[in-house]
Every structure is written in C-alpha cells, then in structure tokens.
C-alpha cells in the first residue's frame, strides 16, 4: 500500500503543471503605462501609479485616460468613465466606456469582451465604446479583428471580420451585427 501512495505521488509529481504557480520572477499580467488626469471611481480602495503592475483585477475610472499594458504586449487606453477588467495577458473585459486596443504580433489573438460579445485581435489597432447594457460600436482603425455576439456562456451566435477603417454596432438585444459610418 505504502509503494502504491508513492508511485501515486511520484505520477501526480511529474504530471504537475509548474506554469500554474505564480514566482515573484513571473510578469505582471498588467502595468498601468500611464495616466493622464486620473480618477478612480473609489480611490480609497484602489490606487494604481504609473510604472507599476496593477494588481487589482477591476479598474473604475470615473475621469481621465489610462493606458494599460498586458504582458503580451498589447496595449489598452481606457478613457473615463470606464469599468475594465482585467483577465489574463491575452484576455479583458470591458463593462463599459471606450477604449483603444493596440496589439503588436506578440499579442495576436488579444480578447476584449463586453456585454453580449467580444472582439479579437487578428494584428491591429482597434476602438470601441460599450454601454453598460447595450450596444457597442467597434472600430477597426489598422488591420483585421473578428467581433462576434455571445450568449450568456459565451457561445457565438454570430461573429464577422472587420478590415482596417470599418465599424460596426453590436446589438446583443436584437443580435445584430450593422455597419456604421467609420469616423
């Protein structure tokens, strides 16, 4: 009995996946880059400084412009009132307010989801503006991205690739995708 605890514990050992623990050598999955007139909706609460990882997992912004950088390299600027949060080096959601998304080759396939959908990196530079329960416009400013409607488990109900210098207005209420005039 004894041999097979160990053999168990031997197995478990080397089928142990190591990249699931966190080192302090590990990156920080976002750094606030910079800030420009900055408040957050509770400063008390939270208090994020330029230069340093962010280690809160929400951003409220009541007022200002903030610029994130993920790990992967892709770059997020947030303008207030925003609520942001922030999932993994390739992956955020946007609750609402606006924002650009900057994504070099490192962060293909970057993931930003809303309410009701999402849009993914396929190298480019992207916008949008999402309600708190509503519509999002999305638009392509260099490259491609897909934007898709999600249900409530993320499954896609219908999705499209957008070009450089496209919008559209994501619907979840109607699910509906509509080309809007690129400004």
Excluded: M
Aim: aromatic letters at 8%.
């Amino acid at each position: 009995a004894a041999l097979l605890a160990l053999s168990a514990l031997i197995f478990a050992s080397l089928n142990f996946d190591k990249s699931s623990i966190s080192t302090e050598d590990s990156p920080p999955t976002a750094v606030l880059t910079r800030a420009i007139d900055i408040e957050w909706e509770h400063p008390r609460r939270f208090q994020a400084i330029p230069g340093e990882a962010i280690t809160e997992k929400y951003l409220r912004l009541a007022s200002g412009i903030a610029e994130i950088t993920f790990s992967s390299g892709a770059t997020v600027t947030l303008q207030g009132p925003a609520k942001f949060r922030i999932d993994e080096p390739l992956h955020c959601f946007s609750h609402y307010g606006k924002l650009t998304a900057h994504c070099p080759p490192s962060a293909y396939g970057f993931t930003v989801r809303f309410p009701g959908g999402r849009v993914v990196d396929l190298g480019t530079e992207f916008a949008l503006e999402s309600e708190p329960e509503g519509k999002t416009n999305v638009h392509v400013l260099d490259g491609e991205v897909i934007v898709a409607l999600t249900d409530d488990s993320e499954k896609i109900i219908s999705e499209q690739n957008l070009l450089q210098e496209s919008s559209v207005t994501l619907d979840p209420a109607a699910r509906t995708i509509d080309a809007i005039d690129y400004d």
